[in-house]
Nanobody, 118 residues
Framework: QVQLVESGGGLVQPGGSLRLSCAAS????????MGWYRQAPGKQRELVAR???????NYVDSVKGRFTISRDNAKNTVYLQMNSLKPEDTAVYYC????????????WGQGTQVTVSS
């Protein structure tokens, strides 16, 4: 089992910044990808950003140039730096860690609310 602890959500004005953190513990040796998803009311959950153990990254088009995902291997922590936030970024953000292409290894955080509003 893998345990995930998220932090960093909150309320921010448009154009502002937030940083999300997700610390993983437990049986993490099988994990080779860490990422963030989000789900807005009435919408499907979508992948926002992912980083692999080889440090490859991918982003949903709507956040490219504004969000940056990174990881600290020593702390087993993944971060999402979110800049130039827009109201449409408002959602619950979920940390996800998994072993790519193996559905048996797939863990989710509890979610953290990000609200972008003036």
């Amino acid at each position: 089992q893998v345990q995930l602890v998220e932090s960093g959500g909150g309320l921010v004005q448009p154009g502002g910044s937030l940083r999300l953190s997700c610390a993983a513990s437990g049986s993490i040796s099988s994990i080779n990808a860490m990422g963030w998803y989000r789900q807005a009311p009435g919408k499907q959950r979508e992948l926002v950003a992912r980083i692999t153990s080889g440090s490859s990254t991918n982003y949903v088009d709507s956040v490219k140039g504004r969000f940056t995902i990174s990881r600290d291997n020593a702390k087993n922590t993944v971060y999402l730096q979110m800049n130039s936030l827009k109201p449409e970024d408002t959602a619950v953000y979920y940390c996800n860690v998994r072993r790519l292409y193996d559905p048996r290894v797939n863990y989710w955080g509890q979610g953290t609310q990000v609200t972008v509003s003036s």
